[in-house]
């Protein structure tokens, strides 16, 4: 129908690597649930194993996806002590990889070797349901799986039998299929058995500064398509 | 675990070193240890990178609202996620590490890779090289730290110096829109003062894995404000931190009982 579509890529590159890393810590770490123990009585005298988590020193990251988010979550991880990052996707970039001394793997080699999964990936019909049952099995029963990318990257249901069945530690998402989850959803259920997730309302942008920055380049957008100008940001259909 | 009282220590006298698992000395009466002539021993190595990581946490829980996001997300009476729901960035954002020792150099090392502008203050001020590996420049007079920081870290040891350092005048000088992160020992900060400024909104937020006393009991006026985080004192809970505790205590202790000098002797 010959209408144009603007977007704001670039902007939210910061807040949404920084929210990948807010979400990877809160999970492997147990952040909700500590805090619910602390509003619920169930801190008490210390014990030496209680609510213990997974550190990021010596550990394997994977990257699924290393554009400028995925490059943007490695650049923050680093000092944390991480000591491969591994990354996957459509082709190698070594230019963007070199920072981190990143190696390109398959998906399976990935979800084999990482310690920490960070899917930050487009969705696309290649990726679409992406991460499903075989690469959950692959998975290690002590890794942390974050999403911030899209819902439909993952297959939900497996997913859940994942986490379910100890095959994978924890996971962190800022995206589900649909938005919100609706409460009857396996994935809430996991709650009661003291399986360890994050759910965060699709709050990658989620900053004044951030959402400022995206609302005006939007504005821009629209009033440059409505002139018949270029656009700052045109997706290009 | 067992209380290190006088009775005890009559009670064993072929006592010759407590391992303390963890850094902090402070729940040890170390005088009175001292004249029943037992040598204590901590583990200061061990505990570093899973502090920071906490310390980082929960700062970057604090700013982006972690906790309040997963109870919306899951909640049923949530039936479309808002769009003008909103947190404050920590990239480029400015933090103040009071307490540079490892822990507080590992968290400037990780803050810097999200853009930090880092401030701190130290008993001694750092070499220049490590400061300049980590961007962070040394405040002097720490009032400069508490007015320019948006997030401040306490990252000390407990001492009679460093007990309720932080306090209503302190509070006073942060910015309105700044939070309080404690990685350190609860006694660091004054709690009462604290839950006054939380109340007034003279700042905007803290972030706490330690208080005084822990547990904090659940009628406590902390647990009741929203804009505070609580964790029970988590700093050292991982896997890792757990394993090389156990390693770095029985090192020392062997090292006493075989009559060298042990490395973390307190």
């Not at chain 1, 530690?169 to 994935?187: N, R, S």
């Not at chain 2, 002539?37 to 604090?62: C, E, F, Q, R, Y």
């Not at chain 2, 990685?183 to 937020?205: C, F, P, T, Y």
């Amino acid at each position: 129908r010959g209408i144009r579509v603007g977007y704001t890529p670039d902007v939210l590159t910061d807040a949404t690597a920084e929210l990948s890393v807010a979400l990877l810590l809160a999970a492997c770490r147990r952040l909700p649930e500590a805090v619910e123990q602390v509003k619920t009585g169930g801190w008490t005298t210390w014990k030496p194993l209680w609510m213990c988590g997974y550190g990021l020193s010596d550990s394997t990251v994977g990257i699924i996806g290393l554009g400028r988010i995925g490059q943007a979550v490695a650049r923050r991880l680093k000092p944390f002590g991480v000591k491969k990052f591994l990354y996957t996707g459509s082709r190698p970039k070594p230019e963007s990889a070199a920072e981190f001394e990143a190696e390109f793997v398959p998906l399976t080699r990935l979800a084999e070797e990482s310690d920490f999964v960070v899917v930050t990936c487009a969705l696309t019909p290649a990726t679409q349901g992406m991460c499903n049952k075989d690469f959950f099995s692959r998975m290690k029963k002590t890794s942390v799986f974050v999403n911030t990318s899209r819902g439909a990257v993952v297959n939900q249901e497996d997913l859940y039998d994942a986490l379910a069945h100890g095959q994978i530690a924890a996971a962190g998402l800022d995206v589900t299929t649909p938005e919100p989850l609706p409460t009857d959803h396996p994935l809430l259920s996991l709650k009661n058995c003291g399986e360890w997730w994050v759910i965060l309302p699709h709050i990658g942008s989620a900053t004044y500064a951030t959402r400022s920055t995206m609302a005006v380049l939007a504005a821009n957008n629209l009033l440059a398509g409505l002139q018949g100008q270029p656009m700052p940001h045109e997706l290009l259909l | 675990r067992p209380t290190i009282d006088r009775e005890l220590l009559e009670s064993l006298p072929n006592l010759k070193v407590i391992g303390n698992s963890g850094v902090g000395v402070d729940h040890l009466d170390l005088k009175m240890i001292s004249n029943f002539g037992v040598k204590v021993t901590n583990t200061p190595h061990a505990v570093v990178d899973s502090t920071a990581d906490i310390g980082m946490a929960l700062m970057l829980a604090s700013a982006r609202r972690l906790v309040e996001g997963c109870q919306i997300a899951v909640s049923p009476d949530t039936k479309h996620f808002a769009v003008d729901w909103l947190g404050v960035e920590v990239t480029r954002a400015t933090l103040g590490i009071i307490g540079m020792g490892s822990i507080g150099y590992k968290v400037a090392q990780r803050a810097r890779a999200f853009n930090m502008r880092i401030l701190y203050h130290n008993r001694n001020r750092r070499r220049k090289e490590e400061e300049e590996a980590v961007g962070a420049h040394y405040c002097e007079k720490w009032e400069d730290l508490l007015q320019q920081s948006d997030f401040v870290m306490l990252v000390v040891n407990l001492t009679p110096e460093t007990h309720k350092l932080i306090g209503k005048k302190e509070l006073g000088l942060m910015k309105p829109t700044a939070t309080l992160i404690n990685i350190s020992r609860g006694a660091v900060i004054d709690q009462d003062a604290l839950v006054e400024a939380l109340q007034n909104k003279v700042i905007r937020a803290a972030a706490l894995d330690v208080t005084y006393p822990e547990p904090l009991p659940r009628a406590h006026p902390l647990l009741k404000l929203n804009n505070v985080i609580i964790t029970p004192h988590i700093g050292t809970a991982t896997v890792q931190a757990i394993h090389m505790m156990a390693e770095e205590a029985i090192a020392n202790m062997l090292a006493v009982l075989n009559g060298q000098r042990a490395p973390s002797e307190v």
